[in-house]
């Protein structure tokens, strides 16, 4: 981890990330129950309204930094002045986070007017053109070992988390071997990884042979490219994978991993990568 020369300024917007509601139970039962707290924030650059994102608000500066940085809008974070966000300004309760470039985004209007639905939750679109630069990316060579894999899912088995409390809610986390460096909840898999890029962009952190990406949501097409330009070689997921996302892996040779939970796993690609040791999987789950 190396510090960034110039970084942007953020504000430290963090939202409540649940809220208490009545619920009746199966016995006729009052009690209160904890929901997500999803919320609505949009981005504009320069003043140019580009995408809103819904949210739970928790790391909302790096959640915006990183969709800039994934939708290749900007280069580096050092060129962005600031982001503020507001939870107040926008209509209908809507909040506003306003990015300050030093110099203007080039072409803007023409880079975010072609778009692809996807089927992102909490985000649901990417810029067109990503996919013509996907050929350019070389990811460092990874070798994952079956007890590393298992370390991983441990960690994240014992990380206290919103779903525990309030499910419907995405975590995706960043490993460096088998220490945990980023994890981050939101209501979509999207603004989760793009929370992490941010994160690793503020903090000079780049990936290596030893980074490991994990997540709760199925690695759709998007998920996959996303991972990719973070330099990332091994994406595991708790969910499966998507046709779009198994071919794109296979052409960025991304070592991908899914229905992945306790001694459970399936390798999709890449499989050389994964360095087996059965025996592992006999041993006596934890409980």
């Known amino acids: 981890m190396s510090a960034v020369l110039n970084p942007p300024h953020l504000t430290q917007a963090q939202a409540p990330l649940t809220r208490e509601v009545r619920v009746l139970n199966e016995h006729g039962e009052h009690r209160v129950a904890l929901i997500p707290a999803e919320r609505a924030l949009t981005v504009y650059v320069d003043t140019r309204e580009i995408v809103t994102l819904m949210t739970l608000g928790a790391h909302p500066e790096l959640l915006v930094l990183g969709y800039l940085r994934n939708q290749r809008l900007v280069g580096a974070a050092q060129d962005v002045a600031s982001i503020t966000v507001d939870w107040d300004a926008g209509e209908g309760g809507a909040g506003v986070a306003a990015v300050k470039t030093h110099a203007g985004i080039a072409d803007i209007q023409a880079r975010t007017a072609r778009r692809v639905v996807t089927t992102g939750c909490g985000q649901g679109s990417v810029f067109g053109d990503l996919m013509d630069e996907i050929d350019t990316l070389v990811l460092p060579y990874a070798i994952l070992s079956q007890a590393r894999l298992y370390a991983i899912l441990n960690a994240i088995r014992v990380q206290e988390s919103t779903y525990k409390s309030a499910g419907s809610v995405h975590g995706c986390a960043l490993f460096d071997g088998e220490t945990l460096q980023m994890f981050v909840e939101d209501v979509g898999r999207h603004n989760a990884i793009d929370t992490i890029a941010g994160w690793m962009w503020m903090n000079g952190v780049m990936a290596g042979a030893g980074s490991t990406f994990y997540t709760t949501g199925r690695l759709t097409s998007e998920m996959v490219m996303k991972s990719a330009q973070m330099g990332v070689p091994v994406v595991i997921s708790r969910s499966g994978i998507t046709q779009m996302g198994y071919d794109l892996a296979q052409r960025v040779g991304l070592c991908t991993l899914g ?17 087996l040791d059965p025996s592992l999987a006999l041993r006596q789950e934890a409980p």
């Open 259 to 275: 229905r992945a939970t306790n001694k459970h796993f399936l390798v999709y690609t890449a499989a050389e990568r994964v360095h």
